[in-house]
């Protein structure tokens, strides 16, 4: 059910390579260098079944579907060089 006549939030939409739709869940930057990543859910279908599928993919190959301003709201992390992610300030 919908409050009011606002929709419910759902993360942005992103295209991936080879033009899959998914919605961006996460930013994360590696620390050990530099390289921006992004944690993307999107649902595949194969003979007639759904799959939810949560895949970490390079930032810089996907494409914005909704205007900029939505993206602000993704979190970001950092992936550090002991293993443990942190939230990014």
Do not use: C, F
Not at 19 to 48: K, M, P, T
């Amino acid at each position: 059910m919908v409050a009011g006549n606002q929709a419910p939030w759902a993360p942005p939409l992103v295209e991936m390579a080879g033009g899959l739709v998914g919605h961006l869940l996460a930013w994360e930057r590696h620390e050990r260098d530099g390289s921006w990543w992004a944690w993307v859910s999107w649902v595949q279908e194969s003979g007639g079944r759904r799959n939810h599928k949560v895949v970490l993919v390079r930032a810089g190959s996907l494409s914005p579907l909704e205007m900029a301003e939505v993206y602000k709201t993704v979190p970001r992390r950092v992936l550090g060089e002991d293993g443990q992610i942190r939230a990014l300030s």
